[in-house]
């Protein structure tokens, strides 16, 4: 598959297939997703693949969440309540998908410093590993779609940090995304792009 039919081809799944991706699957898909760029070669990820009674248990700190994705769903789409029923239902069992990838870099927010500079380099430090690990989860979407998987990027979990990292014995770890993964049981429709948003200076 080209990659441009890559790109153009992957749709975010909220509904999977009970028979769960082998193992093998998966860990291709993540050795060729983790040659993603990252600031000066950092690599500042870690990724935890969750499935059977750990998954449940994780799933089940994200369903508590759904009040405050509900506020945030009502502000965005109070004209499609459907949207709204739709996501809620999601973060109620993740679409049953079989297995969850979750993406960390390390923790910054417990810094505390005096001086303004210092402040400055630990959150310069904290978006490059930010932005390092979403070009890692981009990748696991990109190649789980062309090997014939569907993926879920989230960040909504992020509410349930504390209580997700309880359970998977997670510390000194910021929680970037969870992604469900398996075998896809929808086909959505392509949604289309914004066509304001190249800006050309100096052409």
């Known amino acids: 598959m080209q990659l441009t039919t ?22 291709k898909i993540l050795e060729h997703a983790l040659w993603a760029p990252s600031n000066v070669n950092q690599q500042p990820w870690d990724v935890y693949v969750v499935t059977g009674g750990k998954r449940l248990q994780v799933v089940e700190r994200i369903k508590n969440i759904k009040r405050h994705i509900k506020t945030e769903l009502d502000k965005e789409f109070y ?21 969850i990838i979750l993406v960390y ?24 590993c930010i932005q390092s ?14 090997e014939g998987l569907g993926t879920c990027w989230m960040t909504g979990p992020a509410w349930a940090e504390q209580e997700i990292n309880n359970v998977l014995g997670i510390e000194d770890r910021e929680l970037v995304a969870v992604i469900p993964i398996g075998i896809p049981d929808q086909q959505p429709p392509a949604p289309p792009r914004k066509s304001d948003k190249l800006h ?3 052409f």
Do not use: Y
């Not at 890559?6 to 860990?27: A, D, T």
């Not at 004209?79 to 297995?99: D, Y």
């Not at 630990?122 to 490059?128: A, F, H, Q």
């Open 133 to 146: 690990a979403s070009a890692l989860i981009q990748n696991i979407c990109l190649v789980a779609h062309q």
């Open 200 to 202: 050309w200076i100096g």
């Open 105 to 128: 870099i390390p923790d910054f927010r417990q810094n505390v410093c005096c001086l303004d500079s210092e402040k400055k380099l630990i959150e310069l430090s904290r978006i490059g």
């Open 6 to 27: 890559v790109l153009k081809g992957r749709r975010s799944i909220r509904r999977f297939k009970e028979k769960q991706p082998s193992q093998k699957m998966i860990q």
């Open 79 to 99: 004209s499609n309540p459907k949207i709204i029923r739709l996501t809620l239902n999601f973060f109620e069992n993740l679409g049953n998908a079989p297995v």
